[in-house]
């Protein structure tokens, strides 16, 4: 697994989670995505932030967005996925958040019926 982001946003120890080989975190999105299978992006939560965590929008899109240019570097095959809903042009550029490879409105759609599923066994559900 390799992840990538402000490293005021990276929780501290994340590497020992894991075998070293298997968890690496990168400070630019390029090499982070090189070669992926599977890129994941993150929404930016700034209502569930402190402020300053990072400058700016521009400037996270600059250095951690998915785009284009950047996505080429992953698989040619390569699924991208996101939670939603997007930050577009900060997360994930349009484009791409629209494409063939975006499994995003799906993974949306199964997460609402994953969490439907737990808090209705949670409740005592059969």
Same mark, same amino acid.
């Given at each position: ?31 982070? /995505? ?9 929404? /930016? ?25 950047? /996505? ?6 390569? /699924? ?47």
């Amino acid at each position: 697994m390799h992840l990538c982001g402000p490293y005021s946003m990276v929780p501290q120890f994340i590497e020992e989670l894991g075998i070293p080989e298997q968890v690496r975190v990168f400070p630019r999105v390029e090499a982070a /995505i090189e070669g992926a299978d599977v890129v994941m992006a993150l929404r /930016i939560q700034r209502e569930r932030m402190p402020k300053h965590l990072f400058p700016s929008d521009r400037e996270y899109a600059m250095y951690f967005g998915l785009n284009s240019k950047n /996505i080429r570097l992953a698989k040619e095959d390569a /699924i991208i996925m996101h939670p939603g809903p997007i930050n577009r042009g900060v997360e994930l550029s349009p484009d791409l958040a629209d494409c063939g490879r975006s499994v995003i409105l799906e993974q949306v759609d199964n997460g609402v019926a994953i969490r439907m599923a737990l808090i209705y066994l949670l409740m005592g559900g059969k």
